[in-house]
């Protein structure tokens, strides 16, 4: 193809705008406030993500990379010749990079729901491998995975579907297990899941992980409000809230919250206020930790079996990889 030919961009239906907006909106106005975890990433938050995983105390990114840089032929070896690659939630497609060598894939999926970062991205994937199809598609795939005609085009090279970093942490338990079925519904019968989860730990390493002594993870959590404002011409003033993250034992989970620090009232919509006592939380996002077996056990009760699990010297974060 030509050099300057850009990468295929599709987009999956959404929500239309309207709808998002009114269940941002009501999950403000339940008794517990709730923001969802997806708006932490606008451009703001994804920098501090990504400074995030490079923070002492945040180990699971580069626990995941060094049980991948471990074990990526073992891992290759396990997955089908040739298939149709499939990163969920590339970003920046670093991770997808580091496996085209080991893998050899016929074709790179891209899925992000960040459109204009994604285009550049797989731009810069497809520019350094002339010879690889690379495709991206826009979606909020935690909400809607539809790609079932782009993958059967290819009906030869089985879907590789890579979720890496632990992001099935942020499903609660059966949100996620819905989610791996979807995966499950695209695999075929040659198809794999790739997939990184963080495993339980002592309390205060995790707790560290989320409330790091810089403060970049409370900048993180505070920037959501920005966001908020900006979909819903709300005003939140962050330096109202501070950051709250602690492990919650009965659920396995590190919760992230927001807390008031005086009493206030936020305008959210144009006829919509919501009041906040001092003291009063919004929950911005669950974190859950298993150990291996009972992320075994999800995969099972998802309609995967898992064949292979690598994991890091001390057992901090696992890598599974499933099938049908
Ligand atoms: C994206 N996700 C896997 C991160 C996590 O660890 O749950 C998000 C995060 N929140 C605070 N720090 C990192």
């Not at 339940?30 to 180990?59: M, V, W």
């Not at 590789?160 to 695999?187: L, T």
């Not at 919509?272 to 919004?282: K, M, P, Q, V």
């Amino acid at each position: 193809s030509l050099a300057l030919d850009l990468p295929r961009l599709e987009s999956t239906l959404r929500l239309p705008v309207q709808d998002e907006r009114q269940q941002l909106l009501q999950g403000l106005l339940q008794p517990t406030a709730r923001i969802d975890s997806k708006y932490f990433y606008d451009e703001r938050g994804c920098e501090l993500f990504t400074d995030i995983c490079r923070l002492d105390e945040y180990y699971p990114t580069r626990t995941e990379a060094q049980i991948f840089s471990d074990n990526r032929e073992a891992i290759a070896a396990q997955l089908p010749d040739t298939p149709q690659w499939v990163d969920l939630g590339c970003g920046d497609c670093n991770k997808t990079r580091q496996w085209l060598d080991a893998v050899d894939p016929a074709r790179v999926v891209g899925v992000d729901i960040a459109g204009e970062f994604l285009q550049s991205s797989i731009a810069a994937v497809a520019q350094q491998h002339p010879q690889l199809e690379c495709v991206g598609v826009v979606s909020d795939f935690t909400q809607h995975l539809e790609l079932h005609d782009l993958l059967a085009e290819r009906p030869n090279n089985p879907p590789v579907f890579f979720y890496p970093g632990s992001s099935i942490g942020n499903f609660e338990p059966r949100a996620a297990m819905h989610f791996i079925r979807r995966i499950r519904a695209h695999c075929g019968e040659q198809g794999r899941l790739l997939i990184g989860a963080d495993l339980l730990k002592p309390r205060a390493i995790l707790e560290a992980a989320y409330d790091d002594a810089s403060g970049v993870t409370a900048a993180f959590n505070l920037n959501i409000l920005n966001v908020v404002n900006q979909e819903l011409d709300a005003d939140f003033r962050p330096e109202l809230f501070h950051h709250w993250a602690r492990f919650d034992d009965e659920h396995r989970r590190i919760e992230m919250r927001l807390v008031a620090r005086e009493r206030h009232s936020v305008r959210l919509a144009r006829h919509t206020r919501r009041h906040f006592e001092a003291g009063e939380h919004i929950v911005t996002e669950y974190s859950h930790k298993y150990s291996a077996d009972e992320f075994r056990a999800l995969l099972a009760a998802s309609g995967l079996r898992c064949t292979h699990y690598w994991t890091d010297a001390q057992d901090w974060f696992g890598v599974f990889l499933a099938e049908p």
